[in-house]
């Protein structure tokens, strides 16, 4: 069981690891530019910004895969998934087109002039990407609903090679850091829709072909605005920090070096989310040999980022492959080590959200959620009110974030009452 276990997860896994090595080739990008750290600050904020929106749609894959089980079915989702990204751009066009979403950006992260109008570009330009993350998540989810993983990481693969052939042509052009990266990922989203679409209608087949059974409304509403509301929290954890870190003396440095360790970080943390997709294929029937998988995942994990963080291998990548210089190097050099917690604390937290996702249960996620922005929001006006709010706390509050959730993500999945005795053994 191990092998077919890696089999379904390695390519989920490298999926994960695919879609951030666009995250790193966009900071280089960036770092390639003469203000490093003000370009690498003001893409942190615009992001930060314009993924809180987006990431209502992180669960759609989850939200296809396991409601998505008749053609009925998978048409309700896809007619809920649209209508969510149209909902969704509404707010993020008033953030970029409106005289008072210019002046919730400015009070909020203490912005002004060209700062706030570089954001604001970044907003009006990524607006599409809404519509097209949600349709593009819906299709993936279906794959990997068909044991296509494989075929899922190869068009992610895709995406990312698009992504930085983009990147490469904005900076030989002469672009603007806003539009060489806003076009990129535009760009190599829509490629990475149309290529998903077409493998689905070639490719994919119904794990319960024949089915007529219909979902409702109000059943993929009560499925899904727990998860969104989940999304939603993790893409407000970056933004309530780095409101508080955008007050600091050093704030352009500072903020510039964590968002290089965090987005270092998710190379580990992201591989880990696709636990979930794990546990919901395999934690009925082998609850017991699930746990070993993912505990010797989580242990290499820890590993390997430990190998990178503590040795001098940090300073060759931050340096010679994404290209930090200076101050900021030292921020993330210590800001990654404190992050190698991350693989334990995140397997801990998506193992219990795979069991409440399993029980279709998910309104435990979204206390959890909630629960992690309360401890980044305090954690963060604690430090930084004693005036020691640094790369170290900065990365220990996201950690306590995080454990938090873990902690509230256990107590629900504990309470929540299993519909088989398998569900059972999971908790």
């Known amino acids: 069981m191990q092998r077919q276990y890696w089999k379904f997860y390695w390519p989920l896994a490298l999926t994960s690891l695919v879609q951030l090595i666009g995250t790193q080739a966009q900071n280089g990008v960036l770092a390639s530019y003469d203000e490093i750290g003000r ?19 992180v669960f759609v894959p989850h939200m296809a895969n396991v409601l998505g089980r008749s053609a009925p079915a998978r048409g309700a989702c896809l007619r809920f998934t649209i209508l969510a990204s149209l909902a969704l751009t509404v707010p993020a066009a008033v953030l970029a087109f409106t005289n008072m979403g210019q002046t919730a950006l400015s009070q909020i992260f203490h912005i002004q002039d060209a700062e706030l109008a570089e954001v604001t570009r970044y907003l009006r330009l ?39 052939v983009s990147l490469a042509g904005g900076l030989m052009l002469g672009w603007s850091a806003v539009v060489t990266v806003a076009i990129a990922i535009i760009f190599s989203a829509l490629v990475h829709l149309v290529a998903t679409f077409m ?36 893409a407000l954890s970056r933004p309530v920090l780095y ?32 636990f979930r997709h794990f546990l919901v294929t395999f934690g009925e029937s082998d609850p017991a040999g699930s746990r070993r998988f993912m505990g010797r995942i ?25 290209q930090v210089r200076g101050q ?52 963060s006006w604690a430090f930084f009110e004693a005036g020691l709010l640094n790369r170290l706390t900065a990365a220990g509050v996201l950690l306590a974030g995080f454990g938090s959730e873990a902690i509230i993500s256990a107590i629900f999945a504990r309470l929540s009452k299993p519909t088989s005795p398998s569900q059972a053994e999971l908790a």
């Not at 993350?133 to 995406?159: D, E, F, I, P, W």
């Not at 209608?201 to 794990?207: D, E, G, I, N």
Request: positive net charge; charged residues 10%.
């Open 39 to 57: 370009e690498l600050a003001i893409f942190a904020l615009a992001s930060s910004v314009f993924f809180f929106f987006c990431a209502a749609l």
């Open 126 to 164: 990524l607006l599409p990407l809404m519509l097209i993350n949600g349709l593009r998540n819906h299709y993936t989810g279906l794959l990997v609903q068909a044991h296509l993983t494989g075929t899922v990481t190869t068009l992610y693969a895709v995406n990312l090679g698009v992504n930085i």
């Open 199 to 234: 493998v689905y209608v070639l490719r994919y087949r119904s794990p319960d072909d024949g089915l007529t059974t219909e979902l409702t409304w109000r059943e993929i509403l009560s499925f899904f605005w727990p998860v969104a509301t989940t999304s939603l929290m993790f």
């Open 243 to 274: 409101a508080f870190v955008n007050r600091t003396a050093q704030a352009v440095v500072l903020l510039a070096g964590i968002r290089v360790a965090f987005d270092f970080a998710m190379l580990f943390h992201a591989p880990i989310n696709q």
């Open 298 to 322: 989580m242990l290499a994990l820890t590993g390997i980022m430990g190998a990178i963080a503590f040795t001098p291998l940090s300073t060759f990548v931050l340096r010679n492959l994404l």
């Open 328 to 379: 900021a190097l030292e921020i993330a050099g210590g800001a990654m080590m404190v992050l190698c917690g991350t693989p334990l604390i995140i397997t801990i937290r998506n193992y219990f959200h795979g069991v409440l996702l399993t029980r279709r249960r998910t309104h435990g996620m979204a206390i959890g959620g909630i629960a992690r922005v309360l401890t980044i929001y305090v954690s």
